[in-house]
């Protein structure tokens, strides 16, 4: 986990809006939602995390998602691609996670050709992002949170 957690602790420094919450570590007991919930609340996020019902996403998505998490304004953003080298970075961090690790988000940000994007927020913010993942014995969140 230590390419992941220094890639983390990379794309909070290089944030300019919003706050970073995150976390890397043991992967908690659970599966499916119940394990999602758990992990969020590894951040702080006790009471919205029950009502939350994460979508599952693609490794190289999940890459992509980190990538535009690190520098994008949730609230002001112009909503381009990742800058050139962000998602390789973050696939190839995501990479100490085994190959049955799954990638969750609480919505959608935009994808190539696409325009847009929503979520369900899980905090008190005016905005609220994120992804999260595990494996058999590891897990991560990656958290963003902004206001207007």
Do not use: C, H
């Not at 490794?59 to 691609?81: K, M, N, T, V």
């Amino acid at each position: 986990m230590d390419r992941l957690n220094q890639l983390l602790a990379r794309f909070e420094r290089q944030r300019d809006a919003g706050s970073v919450l995150r976390w890397a570590g043991p992967r908690p007991d659970g599966r499916g939602s119940k394990l999602s919930r758990l992990l969020v609340e590894k951040i702080g996020y006790r009471e919205a995390a029950g009502d939350w019902e994460p979508e599952e996403i693609s490794r190289d998505e999940a890459a992509g998602q980190l990538a535009f998490l690190a520098i994008e304004s949730l609230a002001y953003g112009a909503y381009g691609p990742p800058r050139a080298g962000l998602k390789d970075l973050a696939l190839e961090a995501l990479g100490d996670l085994g190959p049955e690790a799954r990638f969750y988000v609480n919505g959608w940000l935009p994808k190539p050709g696409q325009k847009g994007m929503g979520w369900t927020g899980l905090s008190t913010a005016t905005f609220d992002a994120g992804v999260l993942g595990f494996d058999d014995r590891n897990a991560f969140v990656f958290w963003i949170e902004e206001e207007d």
